[in-house]
Structures are given as C-alpha cells and as structure tokens.
C-alpha cells in the first residue's frame, strides 16, 4: 500500500505519521528507507546530482514511475547515466520541488517510487 506524505517542510518529511529528517526513498511494497546519497557523492561531490549507481539503488524491477522530490529550491537532477537506466527499464520520471512532489506522489496511481530530498 502506497503510503501518504503528510507533510514536508525543511529538513523533514512526514510519513503515515511518521517525522523523518533525512532524505527518503519510497519503495512499491510501500517501505521507506533512507537515501543512499554516498552514492551519488561519491561521484559529483554532492548529491544533487543522482548518479547511475543511485538510480540502479532507487530503481525496483516493475516500477513504472519514479517521483523525484528535488529538493526545497529545485536542485537535484538525474545524471545522463541515470535517466538513461531508468528510460532503459521503461520507468518514466517526474522532477519536482519536493513541496510540488509531495502533492504529485499523493495523487499518483499504479507502480510508483519515490526519492524525496527534503533540503536545499
């Protein structure tokens, strides 16, 4: 079962009542785990760019749509290397400034996951 974002706000996103302070991704089973961001800052030095080894993390077999919450101000962007991966496995992506995101996953219907970075 999808679950619902409740609220977000710098710094922390609320989930089925849950406060989390971290940057979250939200898998099909409904789960949600913190962001591996060491993934892409590996690569770009910050994780404001989603690397090929963080889209293949996010990404689950069946997923049909990725929801990127890019942050308070719009900053985070897929690489090349990701967007390709995923358009490869047929898993359309919607970026959006995490307030707007929040609204989007909320509607959202079908095989969604999400990645949802809750500051800049």
Known sequence: MKPKIEDMSFGSITIDG????????IRLDGSVK????KLSKRIYGASHTISLDEARYVYEEGAELLIIGTGQYDLVRLSDE???YLAKHNC???LAATP???GIWNKA????????HVTC
Not at 18 to 25: L, M, T
């Open 82 to 84: 990701a967007r390709a």
């Open 18 to 25: 849950r406060e989390i302070e971290n940057d979250v991704i």
């Open 92 to 94: 359309q992506t919607k």
């Open 34 to 37: 913190k962001r591996k961001k």
């Open 100 to 102: 707007d995101a929040v």
């Open 109 to 116: 219907q079908g095989k969604v996951i999400g990645l949802f």
